[in-house]
């Protein structure tokens, strides 16, 4: 629970920190200095596969948004194809624009794989983690586990299957409009879906430099 009494009433900058706390991990526990809650925290136990859970980027359920003590949370989530140069470059604009962000996301030329995106200050990392159901047969869905099969089936797209832009960013003063614009801007324009598979997969691998070339 968030601290109550005199440490709740405190600067703006602890309203600020706790708000970026609970907007980052709204479940972790508080516990107060001092007040002989620490011990109780760390002898409580530890669930390793709910902890393993939230660090998937298959299963993790990024933050809700939210708006307090001047701290925003947004979530991006679009279903149309990224282009994988026009990400790469708002990349330099999109990191610093939060103190955290992280979801998954997929572009046109890699329709197949889930990219996992993780950034916090001025760093980011791009990993591959995996494939996109939608893009396996039904008999391969077995060698996954329930969980993973269950957050494919509850956010199944009709065009897209599983396959998702999924993006949140946190930061105090965060310019929402601003990094939804430019997100927007990455996404695939009527004349490029029109060009279709073949015409996707020629297109510059702008990741190269993060990620395996591309099959």
């Given at each position: 629970?968030?601290?109550?009494g005199?440490?709740?009433?405190?600067?703006?900058?602890?309203?600020?920190?706790?708000?970026m706390?609970?907007?980052?991990?709204p479940?972790?526990?508080?516990?107060?200095?001092?007040?002989?809650?620490?011990?109780?925290?760390?002898?409580?136990?530890?669930?390793?596969?709910?902890?393993?859970d939230?660090?998937?980027p298959?299963?993790a359920l990024?933050?809700?948004?939210?708006?307090?003590?001047?701290?925003?949370?947004?979530?991006w989530?679009?279903?149309?194809?990224?282009?994988?140069?026009r990400l790469?470059?708002?990349?330099e604009?999109?990191?610093?624009a939060a103190?955290?962000?992280?979801?998954?996301?997929?572009?046109?030329?890699r329709?197949?794989?889930?990219?996992?995106?993780d950034?916090?200050?001025a760093n980011?990392?791009?990993?591959?983690?995996?494939?996109w159901?939608?893009s396996?047969?039904?008999?391969?869905?077995?060698?996954?586990?329930?969980s993973?099969?269950?957050?494919?089936?509850?956010?199944?797209?009709?065009?897209?299957?599983d396959?998702?832009q999924?993006l949140?960013?946190?930061?105090?003063g965060?310019d929402?409009?601003?990094?939804?614009?430019?997100?927007?801007?990455?996404?695939?324009?009527?004349?490029?879906?029109?060009?279709?598979?073949?015409g996707?997969k020629?297109?510059p691998?702008?990741?190269e430099?993060?990620?395996?070339?591309?099959?």
């Amino acid at each position: 629970m968030p601290p109550t009494g005199p440490a709740a009433t405190g600067t703006a900058e602890l309203h600020a920190g706790l708000a970026m706390l609970r907007q980052l991990h709204p479940t972790a526990r508080y516990a107060r200095l001092g007040a002989g809650q620490l011990a109780s925290c760390v002898l409580d136990g530890f669930d390793v596969a709910a902890a393993r859970d939230r660090v998937n980027p298959a299963l993790a359920l990024l933050p809700q948004e939210a708006d307090e003590a001047g701290v925003s949370t947004m979530v991006w989530e679009r279903r149309a194809p990224l282009h994988p140069g026009r990400l790469h470059e708002a990349m330099e604009q999109l990191v610093p624009a939060a103190r955290r962000s992280r979801g998954r996301f997929w572009t046109v030329n890699r329709p197949d794989q889930m990219l996992a995106w993780d950034a916090a200050g001025a760093n980011l990392a791009v990993e591959e983690c995996g494939p996109w159901l939608v893009s396996l047969p039904d008999a391969a869905w077995e060698l996954y586990p329930s969980s993973r099969r269950a957050a494919a089936s509850l956010d199944w797209d009709p065009a897209h299957g599983d396959g998702v832009q999924q993006l949140s960013f946190t930061a105090e003063g965060l310019d929402v409009d601003g990094i939804t614009e430019l997100l927007d801007s990455c996404l695939l324009i009527d004349a490029e879906l029109a060009a279709g598979e073949q015409g996707w997969k020629t297109l510059p691998d702008a990741f190269e430099d993060l990620l395996d070339p591309v099959a």
